[in-house]
C-alpha cells in the first residue's frame, strides 16, 4: 500500500499544481474580460473557456480533497455506531464511490477520445476542446485512485484497541 500512497500523493500534488496555474488563467481571462468590457472591446468565448478551465480545476481537485478528507461529513447518525461498524461502512462506501468514479472516468476518457477522433470543435470559438475533457477524465481516475487506497486502507487497518 505504501507504493500506492506514494503514487496518489504524487499525482495529486502535479494535478494541484496545474489546478493552480488552471486556475490563474480562470482569474486572468474573467478579469481581463471586465475590465476590456468598460473599453467595448470584451473577449469573444470568454464564458466558453472559463467554463472549460472551471471544469478542468474542479476534477484535478478532487482526488486532492478526497485525499486530505476535505469534504463535507454528516455523521449524525453514525458517530452512534461502533468503530469496526464505522470501518465497514466506510469500506462499503468507499468500494460503491471507487466503482462510481471509475466509470465516470473510463466514459468520459472514452467521450474524449472520442470527440478527438471526430475533430469536433467547442461552439463559440471552434477550437478543439478536448483536451479539457481528456483532463477532466484523468482527475476523476485520480480520484477512483485514491479512493481505491482508502478502500484498501479502510479493509486492512490494523484493529485498534477496543475495536470489536
Known amino acids: 500500500m505504501g507504493i500506492l500512497n506514494k503514487l496518489s500523493e504524487v499525482l495529486n500534488k502535479i494535478l494541484l499544481v496545474l489546478g493552480g496555474i488552471t486556475v490563474l488563467a480562470l482569474m486572468l481571462m474573467a478579469t ?3 475590465v476590456l468590457r468598460i473599453f467595448h472591446l470584451p473577449f ?20 486532492y480533497t478526497q485525499q486530505r478528507k ?7 447518525l453514525t458517530e452512534k455506531f461502533s468503530k469496526r461498524t464505522n470501518r465497514i461502512l466506510n469500506a462499503i462506501n468507499y468500494l460503491v464511490t471507487m466503482l462510481f468514479f471509475g466509470i465516470v472516468s473510463w466514459q468520459v476518457l472514452i467521450w474524449g477520445f472520442k470527440i478527438w477522433r471526430e475533430g469536433e470543435l467547442s461552439e463559440t470559438l471552434k477550437v478543439i476542446f478536448y483536451p479539457f475533457v481528456l483532463c477532466v477524465g484523468a482527475g476523476f481516475a485520480v480520484l477512483t485512485l485514491v479512493l481505491f487506497n482508502d478502500l484498501l486502507q479502510s479493509v486492512f487497518k490494523q484493529t485498534e484497541k477496543g475495536d470489536v
Open 32 to 34: 481581463g474580460n471586465v
Open 70 to 76: 476535505d469534504h463535507i461529513v454528516v455523521d449524525i
Open 44 to 63: 469573444r468565448g470568454t464564458y466558453e473557456i472559463v467554463g472549460f478551465l472551471g471544469a478542468v480545476v474542479i476534477a484535478f481537485a478532487l482526488g
